[in-house]
């Protein structure tokens, strides 16, 4: 095996920023706008979502460049974020080792990036003049995200995990923050490459048992980060979970049986790309490295 | 002329609301998120903005029931109004004679229930089973409205809207303000009716010089009657514009000017619509009723 994740992370990750740049190089809305959401656009990420639906279109055998349709999704994790960062929501004052959009921007235009942000990344999707794409499959795309991230997916994860603050440890409710808070976009984000790529419906459906148990994994992970890693390598305080009364795994299930659970999602990921070939290497080492990530 | 304005709103109103209801019957998302959503949809807005749509389709000779895809407008109107009402934008405690959802829910699932409704709104306007509409048509209409409603629409007039408050009066502002602000979404209302009928360019184009001058008129009319109209018609306090030093076109032009104005393009969209038939009567007799409305 000779695949070097480390350089093909690399690789798609200037891709994507790219795009950000090139997108916004000409873009007509006001200065302020064009500040803020460049300014969260471009704090550092890992570029997970967007790197997997490029990696799950890849293992489908997709031909074409399908870099900004991947780069909305990731548009849409960055209005997660600023809004998920707001005083109102978990008042966080850094992000990535920077003050929050909110600190710098203001709460407003906080507010106005986020929703420009997410209703950019449709216009993004609705575009079809960036690949060979059929209408028909953009707009299953715009479907499958569009579900992942509102009132049935990410937007109900987080208002779980803000009601359920200071509330008693109860695995029911942070089974459903995870999966809908972290999960669904991580999941889509995966499924989405497969539909770019008019995949077979079985390996939609694997791929979305790899997505859903990544996602999973990839939460737990964060939750065991808040109490195990460094505010160094994190770029926000240890502990804020703690000292929110956030409904987390090490919380309701202790640190080792999270461990444990993160071990075996990650088990079953791999399990569901059997039926791949080599084109899905950079899937099965993403999953690895969720696993093994410090920040 | 025997076409009667008042039952054709009423039985728009109906059908739209009819959908919401519906819609909201079994969804997927936790209860408050729900009671928060369904709190804003139906808290007795005009639904002007899809009945506008739908008039358009008509006067285009559409055939199919649009009324799910007209709604998805709503969706993002009733969005930028929770938003918009929020602490940090426009504090503001009353809309249409009722508690702003944030009062109700609290900031943290106000903001949601507002992303949630615009992320909504495109898994509408992304479902092929409402109507007998092309994949491309629907295409369109998602990259018309998500840029009307964004950071170069909808989103980028209210964050001059915020910015410009009590500063001094400026011509330009104004009209940038009123243009995004408002406008925007309004025209995108009336060219996406156009837009699903497949109606030819040139009567998209008149659609598009009736929808900005309608919107464009509804802004004036409506900064006119935080003047002159009453608090009981309106369902907000009266004169709360002035008093967060808004940049109004009363305050900038001075009202008869500014009435003048209105007029002026009330006139401009008539005139737009000559090339069609008694199907654009509605179209007409809204533009005047814009005019004359008190609330």
Chains 1, 2 share one sequence.
Not at 102 to 110: L, S, T
Not at 192 to 211: D, P
Request: glycine share 6%; with cysteine.
């Amino acid at each position: 095996m000779n695949f070097e994740l480390k350089k093909y992370l690399k690789d798609k990750k200037a891709k994507i920023e790219e795009f950000i740049k090139s997108y916004f190089q000409t873009f007509p809305t006001p200065p302020i706008l064009h500040d803020s959401v460049l300014y969260s656009l471009t704090a550092g990420g890992k570029r997970l979502r967007p790197i997997l639906c490029i990696a799950s279109y890849e293992a489908c055998d997709g031909m074409e460049n399908i870099v900004p349709y991947a780069t909305a999704i990731e548009f849409i994790h960055t209005y997660s974020l600023i809004h998920d960062d707001l005083p109102a929501m978990d008042n966080d004052d850094l992000r990535r080792g920077k003050p929050t959009n909110h600190k710098v921007f203001g709460e407003g235009i906080a507010i106005l990036a986020g929703d420009g942000l997410l209703t950019e990344a449709f216009t993004i999707l609705s575009n079809k003049d960036y690949a060979n794409i059929s209408s028909n499959t953009l707009l299953k795309v715009i479907s499958e995200i569009s579900k992942a991230a509102g009132l049935r997916g990410m937007v109900a994860g987080q208002a779980y995990d803000l009601i359920s603050e200071g509330k008693e440890p109860d695995e029911r409710v942070v089974e459903f923050i995870h999966l809908y808070k972290t999960a669904a976009m991580i999941k889509a984000s995966v499924k989405v490459g497969a539909i770019l790529a008019e995949a077979s419906e079985e390996k939609i459906k694997n791929l979305e048992i790899y997505g859903q148990s990544i996602g999973l994994a990839f939460q737990i992970v964060d939750d065991i980060l808040d109490i195990e890693g460094t505010t160094e390598a994190m770029g926000k305080p240890k502990g804020s979970d703690i000292e929110k009364g956030k409904m987390t795994y090490p919380r309701v299930f202790g640190i080792e049986k999270s461990k444990q659970k993160a071990k075996e999602l990650i088990d079953k990921a791999l399990e569901s790309l059997t039926m791949f070939n080599h084109k899905a290497e950079p899937l099965r080492e993403i999953a690895h490295y969720i696993i093994k990530r410090t920040s």
